[in-house]
């Protein structure tokens, strides 16, 4: 089973930006469609943006025009640039597929958004 591992995350104020990856213990198949989730503190885990094997992407609203998913498959990544992050964006972060596979869930990263 391909196992996925969450980096970047920290402690950063409103307006900043962090940059999360996510590595594939091995390839990436080129036909996955893949997306980062989060769980904020007390809620269920929600899929916040996605990106297909061609390179289309998608947006919870809540993110949209702010976080943007890419993939390079080549190195077995998928990364999540997040720019003027807020309060709300505070959780951990996963990456997996879409669906999710069940044993594929990683330690996943968290974000902090304080000041």
């Known amino acids: 089973q391909v196992q996925l591992v969450e980096s970047g995350g920290g402690l950063v104020q409103p307006g900043g930006s962090l940059r999360l990856s996510c590595t594939a213990s091995?390839?990436?198949?080129?036909?996955?469609?893949m997306a980062w989730y989060r769980q904020a503190p007390g809620k269920r885990r929600e899929r916040v943006a996605t990106?297909?094997?061609?390179?289309?992407?998608s947006y919870a609203d809540s993110v949209k025009g702010r976080f943007t998913i890419s993939r390079d498959n080549a190195k077995n990544t998928v990364y999540l640039q997040m720019n003027t992050l807020k309060a709300d964006d505070t959780g951990v972060y996963y990456c997996?597929?879409?669906?999710?596979?069940?044993?594929?869930w990683g330690q996943g990263t968290q974000v902090t958004v304080s000041s």
């Open positions: 997996n597929y879409v669906p999710p596979i069940e044993a594929s």
């Open positions: 990106v297909t094997n061609g390179g289309s992407t």
């Open positions: 091995r390839r990436i198949a080129t036909i996955a469609t």
